[in-house]
């Protein structure tokens, strides 16, 4: 079993859509856990953090951390063609040891 | 948000020479910094720690003497492909944790190796 799973896509949805993201984890350990969104050819841009269980929303992004079942999620609402990207999920514990998942291409349609 | 810079953004190179990349943290200082190689597609896979002022720390299955690490200063680790071949070429992206958690990692743009 990987430590970090999350679907590759690639998710494709119409502009406005909400849309859902999410990734599993093996290792109970982890504390903090993050999102990013990758452009094609550039580097990571971090999105969000969350230190362990709850929400956090930030404008149109919204996260949630279920430490019980090991699942993250990043929620997209009124998605926009701005938001095409990968989208990473990242944890870690003590901000050491960090651990990404595949990451999920995500295209939206104007 | 913090700014992570890279140095060259792209760089083709023949088959047997070397490359070095720079890694800069731009408006806060850094006493540790990743490397990460990514393939298309694929997703982020952590090289080594770059340790300011002692040695790297690689993970698993990379060449330390080909993947030379040196964090000269708080704000610049650099990273040297040595004698590259034409599997090296990739997408190299160094990054930077902040704060005093460490989880705020910020990201240089990457540096899109080609070696002929």
């Known amino acids: 079993q990987k430590e970090v799973e999350q679907d590759p896509g690639p998710l494709s949805v119409p502009e406005g859509a909400i849309v859902s993201l999410n990734c599993t984890y093996s290792?109970?350990?982890?504390?903090?856990f993050m999102w990013y969104r990758q452009y094609s050819r550039k580097g990571p841009e971090l999105l969000m953090y969350?230190?362990?269980?709850g929400n956090k929303e930030d404008g149109r992004f919204t996260a949630q951390v279920d430490k019980s079942s090991k699942y993250i999620s990043l929620f997209i609402r009124d998605s926009q063609p701005s938001d095409s990207a990968t989208y990473l999920c990242?944890?870690?514990?003590?901000?050491?040891?960090?651990?990404f998942g595949p990451g999920t291409r995500l295209s939206v349609l104007p | 948000g913090a700014v992570v810079s890279q140095h060259p953004s792209w760089v083709i190179c023949k088959s047997g020479t070397s490359v070095k990349i720079e890694c800069r943290s731009l408006?806060?200082?850094?006493?540790?910094m990743f490397w990460y190689r990514q393939f298309p597609k694929q997703s982020l896979m952590l090289m080594a720690t770059?340790?300011?002022?002692?040695?790297?720390?690689?993970e698993q299955g990379v060449e330390k003497d080909k993947f030379l690490i040196n964090h000269a200063s708080l704000t610049l680790s650099t990273l040297t492909v040595t004698s590259a071949h034409p599997e090296d070429s990739s997408f190299y992206i160094c990054?930077?944790?902040?704060?005093?958690?460490?989880?705020?990692?910020?990201f240089g743009p990457g540096t899109r190796l080609t070696v002929t």
């Open positions: 990054s930077a944790p902040r704060g005093t958690a460490g989880y705020e990692q910020y």
């Open positions: 290792n109970s350990a982890f504390q903090y």
């Open positions: 969350t230190y362990s269980s």
């Open positions: 990242a944890m870690s514990f003590y901000g050491q040891n960090f651990v």
């Open positions: 408006d806060f200082q850094a006493t540790t």
């Open positions: 770059s340790n300011e002022g002692s040695k790297a720390t690689y």
